[in-house]
C-alpha cells in the first residue's frame, strides 16, 4: 500500500481533463501543507507545469503545495479523510496541528 500511495502521491495528471499522468521529480519533492506557499501551472500547450509562489518565501522556508483541492473539504476531519484515502498519509501541518488543538480545548470545555 505504501508503494502505490507514494506513487499515486508523486504522479501527477499531464492535464487536468485527460487520465494520463506523468512523473516530475523537481514536483515530486514538494511536500503538502493544508496552507500551501504554492499552486502547479499547466501549460496548455505542452505537458510542462509549473511550480508558482502565492506569496513570499523566506530563505530556509519549507515550499508546500495542497495535493487536494480545499475547496472541496472544509473541515479538518474531512481534509485528514481524503489525504488518507488519496495519498496514504495524515497531514500534521500547521493548519491541521492548530485546528486540532483548537477542536480538543473546545472539547475540553464542553466535557467540564
Known sequence: ??????????????????ECCGLYAAKALINHSCEPNTVIEWRDD?????????????????????????????TLAERQAALRQQHGFTCDCRRCAEEAAAASQCSMRRSR
Request: glycine residues 4%; charged residues 15%.
Open 46 to 74: 505542452s505537458s510542462a507545469l509549473r511550480v508558482v509562489a502565492t506569496r513570499d518565501i523566506a530563505a530556509g522556508t519549507e515550499v508546500s503545495h495542497c495535493y487536494i483541492c480545499l475547496d472541496d473539504y472544509g
Open 1 to 18: 500500500m505504501a508503494a502505490v500511495a507514494a506513487q499515486l502521491t508523486n504522479a501527477f495528471n499531464l492535464l487536468p481533463e485527460t
